[in-house]
């Protein structure tokens, strides 16, 4: 299996896929995010989990695949399609937890390599832990090392946004009653 990640992921270089001038950006406040993974697994429920926390305004979009055996990376390449004829998905994250390379294997195919690259919305890849890369990895527009993660880059965070706003309307305040203080002096003058 090693070697045949080695040798689809260098076919795939010499192709352009994983080329930085073909990542799109990832939005800064995505109003939909789509996801792809298997809705009874643990990276599922962090992926909720996080994006309630973080930014709840978000709706999110889920697409239930098969990340592991047979016929796993055709439903993968199903969600990634679906996603982006969604009207309005900002941004869509492929995720599953760890695993073993067997486990692992349906994102290293190249058929969810080349949905991925087709795909007109951005794509985050947060597919397995820390140490796991996938040919997913190189081919998405951002490699996140956990699930989890995939979601908080994806999602502002909600406090720093309010404090944002807190900020900025103190700030606003003060420049105002400074303005007006020295319009009052230019009057009485």
Same mark, same amino acid.
């Given at each position: 299996?090693? =070697?045949?990640? &080695?040798?689809?992921? !260098? ?8 080329? =930085? !001038?073909?990542? !799109? ?22 992926? +909720? ?5 973080? /930014?709840?305004?978000? &709706?999110?979009?889920? %697409? ?5 055996? #047979? ?5 993968? %390449? ?6 982006? @004829?969604?009207?309005?998905? $900002? %941004? ?9 390379? @067997? ?13 991925? /690259? ?11 832990? @820390? ?7 190189? %081919? ?11 979601? &908080? ?8 946004? &309010?404090? /944002?706003?807190? @900020?900025? +309307?103190?700030? #606003?305040?003060? $420049?105002? =009653? =400074? ?8 009057? #009485?003058?």
């Amino acid at each position: 299996l090693q =070697e045949a990640f &080695e040798k689809l992921k !260098k076919k795939l270089e010499a192709e352009g896929l994983f080329d =930085e !001038k073909f990542k !799109k950006p990832i939005p800064a406040f995505p109003k939909k995010i789509g996801v792809v993974t298997a809705i009874d697994g643990a990276a599922f429920r962090d992926l +909720i989990s996080v994006a309630k926390r973080r /930014f709840p305004l978000a &709706e999110i979009v889920i %697409v239930p695949a098969r990340v592991q055996g #047979s016929g796993a990376a055709e439903s993968i %390449v199903n969600g990634v399609n679906i996603l982006n @004829e969604y009207s309005g998905i $900002n %941004v869509i994250i492929v995720a599953r937890g760890g695993g073993s390379i @067997e486990d692992l294997w349906a994102f290293n195919e190249e058929i969810v390599a080349r949905a991925i /690259f087709k795909s007109k919305v951005p794509i985050i890849s947060g597919v397995g832990h @820390e140490v796991d890369f996938t040919i997913t990895d190189y %081919v998405a527009d951002l490699r996140a090392p956990t699930p989890s993660v995939a979601m &908080e880059i994806a999602t502002p965070d909600i406090i720093d946004i &309010e404090n /944002f706003i807190e @900020e900025f +309307i103190s700030n #606003s305040s003060t $420049n105002i =009653e =400074e303005i007006i203080g020295t319009k009052m002096q230019d009057l #009485s003058s």
